[in-house]
């Protein structure tokens, strides 16, 4: 059995690691609440970071909706390694999903 404080401690570990998120450089703050935040790190986030998101997002319904969210109408690197993600953290994703194509001009 996890103990609560074990859990406590790693997701205020992943926080840290996404408060100091170079895909971050215009915010003052980490709000995962924002579609705006979530898309930076989803787009520009480094392994760390998506790491920690995804560490965050399996205990969070409801960051994993707005994941998917951004993951559907964003144009974002990896989209499908992302939605494959989100289905190992028990979201029920169809990978159809006519997905938003990659901005060709950030490649």
Do not use: C
């Amino acid at each position: 059995m996890t103990d609560p404080a074990d859990t406590k401690t790693s997701a205020e570990s992943s926080r840290s690691v996404l408060e100091r998120s170079a895909a971050l450089w215009n915010r003052r703050g980490l709000d995962l609440r924002s579609l705006e935040t979530l898309a930076q790190i989803l787009g520009r986030g480094s392994l760390d970071d998506w790491r920690a998101l995804y560490s965050l997002a399996l205990s969070d319904p409801d960051l994993r909706k707005r994941i998917r969210r951004v993951v559907e109408t964003v144009p974002i690197y990896l989209p499908h390694f992302w939605l494959a993600a989100l289905a190992a953290a028990g979201e029920q994703v169809d990978f159809d999903y006519p997905l938003p194509p990659p901005d060709l001009f950030d490649i």
